[in-house]
C-alpha cells in the first residue's frame, strides 16, 4: 500500500502543477490509500516541527532557509500547509517510491490541533514553540484545552524542545514532557517593556499552583519575564537571549553579533530568536542565520508595501487580537497623517466570531493623525461600531463593496494602512496591486 | 445622575470581547451627561455589592470558573442583599449558568451555582456546542424587539422559568428549548456575547435604566435622551438580514 499512497500522491502533485496548482489533495488521497503512510517513510535526518498562534509560518520559513543558506538539503512545507494532509503532500512529493525522505533536514510548520497525529507518525527531533495566544475561539476551542492536547501529545517526546521563555503558557510544555529536554530562547528587556500591559489576557496565573503570576515587565501582551506569587513557577534560565539596539531600525544582537530582523516589531525578533536558538543546536553557523534574516521575503500581508497612486500604502493581515495589536503598534509609531482601511470578514477561515476586535486596541488609531478610517468587509458595521465605542471622532465612512472601499483610499493624501482578515487580505491586494503606479 | 457599576473579576471573565459591553456603558452615558463610574472586583477584594446599581459578570472558560468559584459562593449573602436593594444584575455565559442550581463542564465536574434560580447547566453531548450568530426576539418588561449576537457554549442551561427572549435563528439557552437567556425584572441573562450591547443599544439603555431606578425610583425608560443610533441599527439589521430574521 505505501507504493500506491507514494505514487499516487506523486502522480496528484505532478497533475495539479500542470494547471499550476498546490494544495493538500495529493496527501488526502494518499492517507485514504494507506492511513499509516507517514509512519512507513524512512527518515534518517533530523526532523524539526514548528508551531504556536503567531508566528510559524514566518518561523517556520527562516528556520527552512536558514539550513539552506548553510547549504543543506532541506524538505520543508513552506506554503504553510500545516495540517495532517498538506503535511503528507509535502513528504510524500519528497519521497523516493520505497518511502526513503532525501534531505538533510526537514523543517515542517504544524497546526496547534495536528501536534498529536504528527509526533506519534514522525520520529522528531526538536519542537519549537512560538507562543500561545487566543486565536479563533470558534475553531480552536478554548486556548486551555488546545495547549492540554498538546500536553498529551508531547508526554512521552523525548526529543528537545525549543521553548519561547517568556511565555509562561510554553514554558509549562516541559512539566508535561518529562523525557524531554528543553532549550529557552528570550529577549532582554527594552525600550518597549512595560511593567502593567493591559493587552495581557492570559498568563495571569501559575500553571503548577495557579496562584498569581508576578512581571517584572511584559514585551508584548503575555510575553514577559515573570515569577510566581508562590515561588515554584518562573522565566527559566534562557540558551539563547538577544537583546534589542533598534526596534525602529530592526536590529538587534546575541554574543557580540548583529542582526538585521526581516520585518518590523519586537515579535519578529522572537521568531528570530527561535531560529537562532536551533541554529545554535544544530551547531549552524550564525551567519547562516544573519544572511538569512536580511535577504528573506517577506511573506503577502505581512507590513507589506505598495505604492497607490503615488502614496506609500502598508497592507497587514490580522488573525486574533494579539497579532492585531502588534499591528497597531507600528502603525501608531507612524508620526504622519494617515488614513486606515479595515476589512473585516467573518467567514470560516477568518473565525466566524468577530468579538475579537474588542479585545484589540483600536485605541491605538483614536487620534487626529488618524485623519479617516474606511470600514468594508462583511461586518463593516461592527468595525464602525468598535471605532465609534472606541471614542474615535474623526471621518469614519463604512462600504460595504470592497472595490469602493479602496478605491476611495485614492483620495487621501497621507501614508495609508490596509488591515483585512484572512479571507479579505487577497482580494484586497489585488486591487491595491491593480493601482499600483 | 450617576451610575455605580461593580464589574466582577473583570481580569479572568474577560471571554469574547464582553469587555466592550463597558465601552458601550460608558460612552452611553457619557453622550447623555450621566456620570459612570466602574469598579472592578476581584478574588479575595472586599466589596460591597449592594452599594452599587449595576453588577456585571461575564463569562470565562472551565478553569476560570473553577478558580473563582469560591470566592463567589462567598459572597452569596451580599448578592442575595444587592438584589432585595435592587441593584440590577447583568450576567454573560459563566456568569450566567454561576446564577443557577450548577454546572457540569466540559470533563464533567459539577460546580455547584448561587442556587438564586432553579434552572441548571450540563455539558453537551459529545462536547458538542451552540456554535454561531443568533436572533432572538426579546421581552423586557413588555418590551418586544429583536437583538442579536453570538453565542459559543457547550453548557445547555435548562429549566429557565422566565427567559430573555424568543430563538430566532440559533440555539440559546440549549440545543432543543428554542428560548435564550433569563429575566426576571432584576437579573438579565445571556449567552449572547458579539458583544452585547454594541449592536443592541436598546438592551445597553434598558440596563441603564433599570440600574439608575435604584436610586431614582421615578425615572421611566423614556425618560433617557435618544443618541444617533443609525450605525449600531445598522449592523443589526445587517446581522439580521443575514438570519432571515427581518
Ligand atoms: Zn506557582
Known sequence: MKYLAILLNKLASFLLSLV??????????????DANILKELKISCPIILVTGTNGKTSTSNLIASMFETAHKQVVTNRKGDNMRAGITTCLLKAASLSGVVPADYIVLEVDELNIPYIIKSLPVTALVVTNF???????????????????????????????????????????????????????????????????????????????????????????????????DYETPATDVIGSVKSIRDRQFTW???????????????YNCMAVLCVADFFHIDMQYAAKTFETMDVPDGRNEEFNFHGQKCVLNLVKN???????????????????????????????????????????????????HIICSGTRCYDMALRLKYAGYKERIEVEENLEKAVASLKNADTTMYAIATYTALQPVRKLLRRNEK | MKLKVCWMYHDIMDLYGDKGNMMVLTKRCKDRGIDIEIDTCAIGEKKDLSKFHLMFLGGGADKEQHMLIDDLLARKNNIQKAMDSNTFIFLVCGGYQLFGQYYIDANNEKIEGLKFFDYYTESGDNGKRCIGNIAIQCNLDGEEFMAVGFENHGGQTRNVATPFGKVIAGYGNNFEDKIEGFYNGKVLGTYMHGPLFPKNPKIADFVIYKSLTKEYPDLKFSDLLPLDDSLENKAKNQMLKRLHAI
Request: proline share 3%.
Open chain 1, 20 to 33: 499550476h496548482r498546490g494544495g493538500s489533495l495529493p496527501g488526502q488521497l494518499a492517507l485514504k490509500v
Open chain 1, 133 to 231: 495566544f487566543r486565536d479563533q475561539l470558534d475553531r480552536a476551542r478554548e486556548m486551555e484545552q488546545l495547549i492540554q492536547k498538546v500536553e498529551e501529545a508531547i508526554h512521552d517526546f523525548d526529543g528537545t524542545l525549543i521553548l519561547n521563555a517568556n511565555d509562561p503558557n510554553v514554558v509549562r510544555l516541559k512539566d508535561a514532557a518529562v523525557q524531554a529536554d528543553a532549550r529557552y530562547f528570550a529577549m532582554e528587556r527594552c525600550e518597549e517593556s512595560k511593567t502593567v500591559n493591559k493587552e495581557a489576557s492570559e498568563g495571569k496565573f501559575c500553571p503548577r499552583c495557579g496562584g498569581k503570576l508576578i512581571y517584572d515587565f511584559y514585551q508584548y501582551s503575555h510575553i514577559g519575564e515573570y515569577h510566581c506569587e508562590n515561588k
Open chain 1, 255 to 269: 554574543k557580540d553579533m548583529e542582526f538585521h530582523a526581516p520585518q518590523g516589531g519586537l515579535y519578529t525578533m
Open chain 1, 321 to 371: 487580537p494579539t497579532g492585531a495589536n502588534e499591528v497597531m503598534k507600528v502603525i501608531e509609531e507612524d508620526q504622519d497623517d494617515k488614513t486606515v482601511l479595515l476589512v473585516l470578514n467573518d467567514h470560516a477561515q477568518d473565525g466566524t466570531d468577530v468579538s475579537w476586535i474588542y479585545d484589540t486596541f483600536f485605541e491605538k488609531l483614536v487620534n487626529e493623525k488618524t485623519v
